[in-house]
């Protein structure tokens, strides 16, 4: 579960780890990462690993897929959750601040899903729910960036949903709000 130190993220890991699944829970904030993994395993019983990890770099996905990999784990249901939010005109938006989201919205969640959903596929199992927003249905002033971000992830999860569910991997979008 990416993003998984508050919010949706810790929600979703909450619930998982409720229902006795051992937890990867991945954020940039290596503090609170560790103090809710060690929360949700002296609640739930559950193994739960954590990994810091920056997301919103170019390098990121292939640096989780592989740090996974070393751990000796394996991801049967992948949770792309990180995000965060910025208001303000596009023209106006600070290129370094657009950039950071695009990485983190929709470059290092497609490359997440092609690296596990390889290996998913391969198993001919697996899950992968990625975090939307209800701003992929309409436009709003003021949030360019982040509504066109979460618009390409609603498009995105549609179609590897077709592609996938074919090989027994479910694909599931989910846009709060």
């Known amino acids: 579960i990416t993003g998984a130190c508050s919010g ?3 929600a979703l890991a909450e619930q998982l780890a409720s229902r006795g699944h051992d937890l990867i829970v991945v954020s940039q904030r290596p503090t ?9 395993s002296a609640r739930y019983g559950v193994r739960t ?14 640096e989780l897929f592989a740090a996974v990999h070393d751990r000796g784990l394996h991801v049967d249901v992948l949770i792309s959750n990180a995000g965060f939010f910025f208001f303000g005109e596009a ?10 989201m695009l990485q983190l919205h929709v ?11 390889r290996e998913m596929r391969a ?4 899950h992968i729910l990625l975090v939307s927003s209800i701003s992929a249905f309409r436009d709003f002033p003021s949030i360019s960036y982040y509504g066109s971000s979460k618009k390409y992830l609603r498009g995105f999860a549609r179609c590897l ?10 694909v599931t979008c989910l846009t709060p709000g």
Do not use: H, K, M
């Not at 023209?91 to 950071?100: F, G, M, R, T, Y």
């Not at 470059?107 to 959903?117: A, I």
């Not at 198993?123 to 697996?126: D, I, M």
């Open 8 to 10: 949706i993220g810790r």
């Open 32 to 40: 609170q990462l560790a103090q809710v993994a060690a929360e949700i």
């Open 49 to 62: 690993q954590d990994l810091v990890c920056d997301l919103a770099r170019p390098q990121a996905a292939e």
């Open 91 to 100: 023209a106006d938006a600070s290129p370094a601040q657009a950039n950071c």
């Open 107 to 117: 470059v290092t969640p497609s490359l997440l899903c092609t690296l596990f959903g």
């Open 123 to 126: 198993r001919g199992r697996g």
């Open 161 to 170: 949903r077709s592609e996938l569910a074919v090989y027994g991997v479910n």
